[in-house]
């Protein structure tokens, strides 16, 4: 029996040895995940009693989820008591504490704060700390507590400044490269402030030629910055940022490296005032150059270094032609006017650029490209590896990037030359081909094309100007200036303002009335027409083309339509400016015949069909509309009513019909029903005020009426509030019974103006 005994004993001890091996560490302690404070966050904030300038720092956060038995919270500064990853305190470490926060049920409150300033003050002056851990501990009165929590004030700039972006441009023997000055965030704890002063850049210009030597370069940098150092860098020693000298020896003559010092944060006010030029010269023509660039703040943190690569071009620029040639319209025989093709299209030709391999190539560039004998491709030239397109743009005085032209010479792929008189394809002509888009009959054309060879050597630009022929229309319509000839049909032609009707300051005219716009058309004087807005059926014709164009632009299968009319036409984007702006339209926004913006921008008044539709809107305009998307409104068959509801109300007899305890109010008698009561003019209590409206020459436009309350109570001023700018004058009362509906009334369109409305005039002949 006694040694039954001691097996059994044995037995447990061993069992609880191995239960033992098996739990976590500490002993086996659990720690209860709901206590322990939760969502700890550091302030640098001060208290509603602190000095102006004072800094502070606090700790907030959560109580735990169970303060059942919570007494005390602890909290640590630094890691000398308890370190980066204890889980628990002991006693002792509870004394050593430098703050202790009693709990109290009474304080009822999810969030508490404890201030630490004086404390982080105290140990600041003794040591320097990059961050400060905090740590805080739920003391209760019985079970385990929970793990320990930590979070850490920041204390100094460890945030580096932002990458450097660069762009550059190259030449035979130089370039340079440009980059903005980097922000930088000091203070961990506030993200945005982002203007930390940059101490400078450190810069390294190395050749992939190692027997380059760029000691001697020239350099020229342009920026407001403080001053640069060649052959030196900048770099953090011990608690300073020194300028340090580096090697000027041979070995090393393919690097050169700049110290370039700023001092001064990211302006957020001038942006050219961020802005940093370096131009080198003295460059290796067709040679590669590696340049990096690292930028440090005042606290000598560095960001990661970007690398730039930069390939100057060889010493030959392409040859480019002097003209470009088109294709004569054979309506104007003898006057050069270029035809365009059935979609607006403009072919243009010119002599294929060719790249010199020797200096003295002997090659003429002239209207074409001439070769003397013997100069062949691969022993005299090369080919170009690229054309540039641009359009000049009168308005803006830019040249825009034409959109489908130009490009990789693989695009230019036929061969073209004269045949008959004609431009044919031929093997090894001398001519190539682009197609310019969205060109209007009558257009003058100012186009810039240049070819790039392999190394980006651009050629001398070929500027040329091209006439565009107006078309068959032009020879059967002399139109007033402003203008175009356009067709409705085979039996209809007129001419059509070529934009929104603008005044003698070549602003458009917006936010009339539609009388005053059938005023305005019917003042221009042109001889042998009648002017006046455009009729609603011409109107739509015109931007249909002949019902091929939907939305009264050249479409374009590559470019989804609600894009195009965004991008092009201004329809739905809410930006007047471009609208209003003739500097700021898009010819891409043109019909075949010429006449811009039918289908946005502006929405035009037109002259309706009927008495009862006489002022129709059409097209869309920069306002978004409620209920139509992009393309709805565009749509050249769309036509909009200017719509103004008024009370609805009956001066007859009103007929009132009881159905057991609910009563029907009805207009016209039903003697199937049994009826209540009739209520006569005597028995109503509705009144109206009744207005003359007038312009502002006193003529008079209609009557419009609201009610009589309204207008008692609200005066001289809600007359003006209603008034649209027209002259409101009271002309008489009258007792009605309203019908508690409201109804489009019929007058409004002569009330109505809106400063996204135009109109353009057309001129008939007589």
């Not at 700790?59 to 989820?65: E, W």
């Not at 805080?136 to 793990?147: H, I």
């Not at 700021?584 to 002259?607: A, I």
């Given at each position: ?149 930590r979070t850490f004030f920041y204390l100094n700039d460890t945030q580096a400044p932002s990458l450097v972006s660069i762009r550059d441009s190259v030449w035979t023997v130089g370039g340079w490269i440009e980059w903005t000055r980097p922000t930088d ?84 006010e001038n942006d050219s005032a961020n802005l940093f030029r370096l131009t080198i010269r003295g460059l290796q023509s067709e040679s590669r150059y590696t340049i990096g660039i690292t930028s440090l703040d005042s606290a000598g943190n560095l960001s ?463």
């Amino acid at each position: 029996m006694r040694l039954s005994k001691l097996y059994s004993l044995f037995v447990v001890a061993l069992l609880a040895l191995l239960l033992s091996a098996c739990s976590d560490d500490d002993d086996g302690t659990e720690y209860p995940f709901d206590r322990e404070v939760m969502d700890m966050s550091v302030m640098l904030t001060c208290g509603p009693k602190a000095a102006e300038g004072d800094s502070c720092y606090r700790v907030r956060f959560q109580y735990p989820l169970s303060t059942d038995r919570l007494e005390e919270i602890y909290l640590w500064l630094g890691t000398d008591v308890v370190d980066d990853t204890s889980k628990s305190v002991s006693s002792s470490d509870l004394d050593k504490s430098d703050t202790v926060l009693k709990y109290s049920s009474k304080k009822a409150k999810s969030f508490d704060t404890i201030d630490v300033t004086s404390k982080v003050k105290k140990l600041l002056k003794k040591k320097t700390y990059d961050t400060l851990q905090v740590a805080v501990f739920c003391k209760y009165s019985k079970g385990d507590p929970g793990l320990v929590q930590r979070t850490f004030f920041y204390l100094n700039d460890t945030q580096a400044p932002s990458l450097v972006s660069i762009r550059d441009s190259v030449w035979t023997v130089g370039g340079w490269i440009e980059w903005t000055r980097p922000t930088d965030q000091r203070n961990f704890h506030a993200p945005s402030e982002i203007s930390g002063p940059i101490a400078g850049y450190n810069v390294v210009i190395t050749s992939d030629d190692k027997s380059e030597d760029l000691r001697k370069v020239k350099l020229g940098i342009e920026g407001d910055f403080a001053d640069t150092v060649r052959h030196a860098r900048i770099r953090l020693l011990h608690d300073s940022l020194v300028v340090d000298p580096t090697s000027r020896s041979s070995k090393e003559k393919n690097v050169l490296r700049l110290a370039i010092l700023d001092g001064k944060g990211f302006d957020v006010e001038n942006d050219s005032a961020n802005l940093f030029r370096l131009t080198i010269r003295g460059l290796q023509s067709e040679s590669r150059y590696t340049i990096g660039i690292t930028s440090l703040d005042s606290a000598g943190n560095l960001s990661k270094e970007v690398s730039h690569v930069l390939s100057t071009t060889d010493s030959i620029a392409p040859l480019m032609p002097t003209s470009i040639v088109t294709i004569e319209d054979t309506l104007y025989p003898g006057t050069g006017l270029a035809r365009l093709d059935s979609n607006n299209r403009l072919i243009i030709f010119w002599s294929r650029s060719v790249d010199p391999l020797l200096m003295d190539h002997g090659i003429l560039a002239d209207t074409t490209l001439v070769f003397p004998k013997g100069c062949i491709q691969s022993s005299c030239y090369d080919t170009v590896s690229s054309y540039e397109v641009l359009r000049y743009n009168p308005h803006t005085e830019v040249w825009d990037p034409m959109r489908f032209a130009g490009g990789s010479a693989s695009h230019y792929i036929k061969d073209y030359d004269w045949e008959d008189g004609e431009m044919v394809v031929v093997d090894g002509g001398r001519y190539i081909a682009d197609t310019v888009r969205w060109v209007s009959p009558g257009d003058t054309l100012i186009l810039r094309i240049r070819s790039r060879d392999v190394s980006g050597y651009y050629s001398r630009a070929l500027v040329d100007t091209i006439y565009v022929s107006p078309g068959a229309l032009k020879q059967e319509l002399e139109c007033p200036e402003g203008f175009v000839a356009v067709s409705a049909s085979d039996t209809n032609k007129f001419c059509m303002e070529r934009f929104e009707h603008m005044n003698d300051s070549g602003e458009f005219v917006r936010n009339v009335f539609h009388s005053e716009a059938q005023a305005a058309c019917e003042a221009i004087s042109a001889s042998g027409f009648k002017v006046g807005l455009c009729n609603e059926r011409d109107w739509e014709l015109v931007c249909l083309s002949g019902g091929v164009l939907s939305y009264g632009v050249v479409e374009d299968d590559t470019i989804p339509m609600s894009s195009f009319l965004f991008d092009n036409c201004s329809v739905g984007t809410e930006d007047s400016s471009s609208a209003v702006d003739v500097t700021k339209r898009n010819y891409r926004c043109t019909n075949p015949m010429g006449v811009h913006d039918l289908s946005g921008s502006l929405q035009e008044w037109v002259k309706g069909r009927s008495e009862d539709t006489l002022a129709v809107l059409k097209g869309g305009s920069y306002k978004t509309m409620n209920g139509l998307d992009i393309e709805s409104q565009a749509l050249c068959t769309n036509r909009g009513f200017p719509v103004y509801t008024r009370l609805g109300y009956t001066k007859d007899s009103v007929f009132l019909y009881r159905e057991g305890t609910r009563v029907d109010t009805v207009y016209e008698p039903d003697t199937s029903r049994t009826l209540f009561k009739v209520l006569t003019k005597k028995d109503f209590k509705d009144s109206l005020q009744f207005f003359d409206v007038q312009d502002s020459s006193g003529n008079s436009l209609g009557v419009d009426y609201a009610p009589y309350s309204e207008y008692k109570n609200g005066g001289e001023e809600w007359l003006k509030s209603i008034s649209n700018g027209l002259v409101y004058v009271p002309d008489h009362i009258e007792r009605v019974f309203l019908t508690g509906e409201k109804v489009p009334y019929r007058k409004a369109s002569m009330f109505y103006r809106s400063p996204s409305i135009g109109f353009r005039c057309c001129a008939y002949p007589e």
